[in-house]
């Protein structure tokens, strides 16, 4: 199974400002994952990340508003730009290993003032 | 677009008790359906998945039945602990697994608070 860092774990920001959250690996896996927890609401697939190729958004969220870098195969970093209070959820990050299970880390917490 | 609905918690038990959270789908073609588990600070963690009706998926004593006729997929346990105590998702991949390839995007129900008590 993998295992999924990611930072920070939480963070207050002021609204208009971005948040670069990292996710890291322990192993090489191809496909990650971006999703949001809304307060009391299910996760939501923001984009998927493959590496070397631009990651693919999900409708209702777009590139200039939530960026994606994926330098390699055990790292990725999701921002969250020109934030307001309705951006406040929890951010994860999932990998696919190569038994096609999905693991995730444990989330990075983000209240926006 | 697909959709994943389970029984509106919280759900309070004490030990011993029989669990049963509800979920059903909406979803084109045919779906893999899986069951996570978050405990208080840790990650979301696979506990059990079906990848065709009539499949049963089990881990911890849990169960899970593939019911393609009534698009459910309820997760049960005869006799919780309270270590049982988490968040529980249902979820799916729309992509039917074909060996080898991937599940790619999941769709999750809302989660269910489960507090088991001594």
């Known amino acids: 199974s993998a295992v999924i860092s990611q930072k920070p774990s939480r963070d207050i920001c002021q609204r208009g400002t971005s948040l670069t959250i990292q996710c890291q690996v322990d192993s090489q896996v191809t496909m990650m994952f971006w999703y949001r927890q809304q307060p009391g609401q299910s996760l939501t697939l923001i984009a998927t990340?493959?590496?070397?190729?631009?990651?693919?958004?999900e409708s209702g969220f777009v590139i200039d508003k939530f960026p994606i870098s994926r330098p390699n195969l055990t790292f990725s970093t999701l921002t969250v730009s020109n934030m307001s209070p309705e951006d406040s959820s929890i951010y994860l990050c999932?990998?696919?290993?190569?038994?096609?299970?999905?693991?995730f880390g444990p989330g990075t917490r983000l209240t926006v003032l | 677009g697909d959709s994943v609905t389970q029984m509106e918690g919280p759900v309070t038990l004490s030990e011993e008790a029989f669990l049963t959270i509800n979920c059903t789908y909406t979803?084109?073609?045919?779906?893999?359906l899986f069951w996570y588990v978050q405990y208080p600070g840790e990650g979301l963690q696979l506990l059990l998945k079906a990848t065709k009706a009539d499949d049963k998926g089990s881990n911890k004593g849990f169960e899970a039945t593939y019911r393609k006729e009534t698009t459910s997929f309820h997760l049960e346990k005869g006799s919780v602990q309270v270590s049982d105590s988490a968040v529980y998702f249902c979820a799916l991949s729309s992509l039917p697994y074909r060996g080898g390839t991937s599940y790619g995007k999941l769709t999750f129900g809302q989660g269910t608070i489960l507090t088991v008590h001594p």
């Open positions: 999932s990998v696919e290993d190569k038994g096609h299970e999905q693991f």
């Open positions: 990340a493959n590496q070397g190729s631009e990651a693919t958004y």
């Open positions: 979803a084109t073609g045919y779906p893999s």
